[in-house]
Protein backbone atom coordinates (compact mmCIF):
# COMPACT_ATOMS: atom_id res chain seq x y z
CA UNK A 1 0.00 0.00 0.00
CA UNK A 2 1.52 3.56 -0.91
CA UNK A 3 2.15 6.37 2.22
CA UNK A 4 -0.36 8.65 2.01
CA UNK A 5 -0.42 12.25 2.47
CA UNK A 6 -0.99 11.44 6.24
CA UNK A 7 1.32 8.86 6.74
CA UNK A 8 3.64 11.39 5.31
CA UNK A 9 2.89 13.82 7.37
CA UNK A 10 3.15 11.44 10.96
CA UNK A 11 6.57 10.42 9.79
CA UNK A 12 8.24 13.82 9.17
CA UNK A 13 6.51 14.93 12.28
CA UNK A 14 8.03 11.95 14.33
CA UNK A 15 11.66 12.41 12.54
CA UNK A 16 11.87 16.06 12.66
CA UNK A 17 10.24 16.42 16.25
CA UNK A 18 7.86 18.84 15.03
CA UNK A 19 3.88 18.93 15.92
CA UNK A 20 1.71 17.39 12.90
CA UNK A 21 0.45 20.97 12.20
CA UNK A 22 4.05 22.03 11.74
CA UNK A 23 5.38 19.31 9.46
CA UNK A 24 2.05 19.27 7.82
CA UNK A 25 2.55 23.08 7.01
CA UNK A 26 6.18 22.35 5.54
CA UNK A 27 5.15 19.58 3.37
CA UNK A 28 3.17 22.23 1.53
CA UNK A 29 5.98 24.84 1.38
CA UNK A 30 7.96 22.46 -0.50
CA UNK A 31 4.79 21.69 -2.94
CA UNK A 32 4.63 25.21 -3.34
CA UNK A 33 8.08 25.87 -4.02
CA UNK A 34 8.65 22.95 -6.60
CA UNK A 35 5.50 24.21 -8.15
CA UNK A 36 6.40 27.46 -8.28
CA UNK A 37 9.80 26.62 -9.84
CA UNK A 38 8.51 24.00 -12.34
CA UNK A 39 6.19 26.75 -13.41
CA UNK A 40 9.02 29.02 -14.10
CA UNK A 41 10.94 26.25 -15.97
CA UNK A 42 13.63 25.94 -13.06
CA UNK A 43 15.35 22.87 -12.37
CA UNK A 44 14.19 21.78 -8.90
CA UNK A 45 16.39 19.29 -6.98
CA UNK A 46 14.06 17.75 -4.13
CA UNK A 47 17.28 16.81 -1.67
CA UNK A 48 19.51 14.33 -2.47
CA UNK A 49 16.35 12.06 -4.08
CA UNK A 50 15.10 13.92 -7.29
CA UNK A 51 15.79 16.56 -9.80
CA UNK A 52 12.54 17.38 -12.13
CA UNK A 53 13.46 19.72 -14.97
CA UNK A 54 10.90 21.00 -17.79
CA UNK A 55 11.24 19.94 -21.17
CA UNK A 56 10.01 21.51 -24.76
CA UNK A 57 9.24 18.30 -26.62
CA UNK A 58 8.83 19.49 -30.10
CA UNK A 59 5.98 19.18 -32.59
CA UNK A 60 6.13 16.11 -35.20
CA UNK A 61 4.97 16.23 -38.47
CA UNK A 62 2.22 13.51 -39.95
CA UNK A 63 3.34 10.43 -41.14
CA UNK A 64 2.64 7.34 -42.18
CA UNK A 65 1.44 4.15 -40.39
CA UNK A 66 0.13 0.62 -40.57
CA UNK A 67 -2.78 -0.25 -38.32
CA UNK A 68 -1.71 -3.76 -36.82
CA UNK A 69 -5.18 -5.29 -36.93
CA UNK A 70 -5.80 -4.84 -40.58
CA UNK A 71 -2.28 -3.94 -41.99
CA UNK A 72 -3.91 -1.10 -43.87
CA UNK A 73 -1.89 2.08 -44.23
CA UNK A 74 -3.13 4.92 -42.24
CA UNK A 75 -1.53 8.36 -41.52
CA UNK A 76 -1.00 9.44 -38.66
CA UNK A 77 -1.36 13.20 -37.66
CA UNK A 78 0.60 15.76 -36.27
CA UNK A 79 1.28 16.23 -32.61
CA UNK A 80 1.92 19.90 -31.48
CA UNK A 81 4.79 21.19 -29.92
CA UNK A 82 4.53 20.55 -25.89
CA UNK A 83 6.03 20.97 -22.30
CA UNK A 84 6.84 18.49 -19.64
CA UNK A 85 8.39 17.65 -16.75
CA UNK A 86 11.21 15.00 -15.89
CA UNK A 87 12.26 13.36 -13.01
CA UNK A 88 15.43 12.10 -12.75
CA UNK A 89 16.38 10.04 -9.34
CA UNK A 90 19.34 10.88 -8.18
CA UNK A 91 22.30 8.48 -6.46
CA UNK A 92 20.76 8.36 -2.66
CA UNK A 93 17.82 7.42 -3.92
CA UNK A 94 19.03 4.50 -5.92
CA UNK A 95 21.42 3.41 -2.90
CA UNK A 96 17.73 2.73 -1.55
CA UNK A 97 16.70 0.42 -3.50
CA UNK A 98 15.79 -3.14 -2.12
CA UNK A 99 17.10 -6.31 -3.59
CA UNK A 100 15.40 -8.06 -5.83
CA UNK A 101 14.24 -10.65 -3.77
CA UNK A 102 12.76 -8.17 -1.47
CA UNK A 103 11.08 -6.24 -3.76
CA UNK A 104 9.57 -9.31 -5.64
CA UNK A 105 8.11 -10.70 -2.27
CA UNK A 106 6.88 -6.95 -1.20
CA UNK A 107 5.04 -6.07 -5.02
CA UNK A 108 3.67 -10.05 -5.07
CA UNK A 109 1.73 -9.41 -1.69
Known amino acids: MPLT ?3 LTDAVAERAGLSRAQAKGAIQALEDVVLDEIGNAEKVKIGNLVQLTVRVKPATKSRKG ?3 ATGEE ?3 GPKPA ?3 VRARVL ?3 KSALPSIQKAKK ?3 A
Do not use: E, M, W
Open 106 to 108: RLA
Open 5 to 7: QSQ
Open 66 to 68: RNP
Open 82 to 84: SVD
Open 74 to 76: ITI
Open 91 to 93: AKT
